[in-house]
Nanobody, 120 residues
Framework: QVQLVESGGDLVQPGGSLRLSCAAS????????IAWYRQAPGKQREMVAI???????DYTNFAKGRFTISKDNAKNTAYLQMNSLKPEDTAVYLC??????????????WGVGTQVTVSS
């Protein structure tokens, strides 16, 4: 079983920055993909950014140019650097990971999330 623990959420002013961390209980090189999602009150969960085991990344449009996903394989930790934060970025940010076996089975894992609030 893979456990994902997020941290780094906080109250920040508009225009500020935060770095979120997602610590995995396993060697993250064994994970196929790691992603950050977010969910605001009354809204659907949406993907923010994703990184593959090889390090390739992709971002949802609202995150491009402002957010950066990365990982430190030695620390088994993924990060989301968020800059130029806006009030509409307020949400619970959740870490997601999946693992696809050689048999083609995919297992998915979620953290419980960390609250990011952008407000003056």
């Amino acid at each position: 079983q893979v456990q994902l623990v997020e941290s780094g959420g906080d109250l920040v002013q508009p225009g500020g920055s935060l770095r979120l961390s997602c610590a995995a209980s396993v060697n993250i090189l064994s994970l196929s993909r790691i992603a950050w999602y977010r969910q605001a009150p009354g809204k659907q969960r949406e993907m923010v950014a994703i990184i593959s085991s090889s390090g390739s990344t992709d971002y949802t449009n609202f995150a491009k140019g402002r957010f950066t996903i990365s990982k430190d394989n030695a620390k088994n930790t993924a990060y989301l650097q968020m800059n130029s934060l806006k009030p509409e970025d307020t949400a619970v940010y959740l870490c997601y990971a999946d693992r696809t076996t050689v048999q083609g089975l995919t297992y998915t894992y979620w953290g419980v999330g960390t609250q990011v609030t952008v407000s003056s």
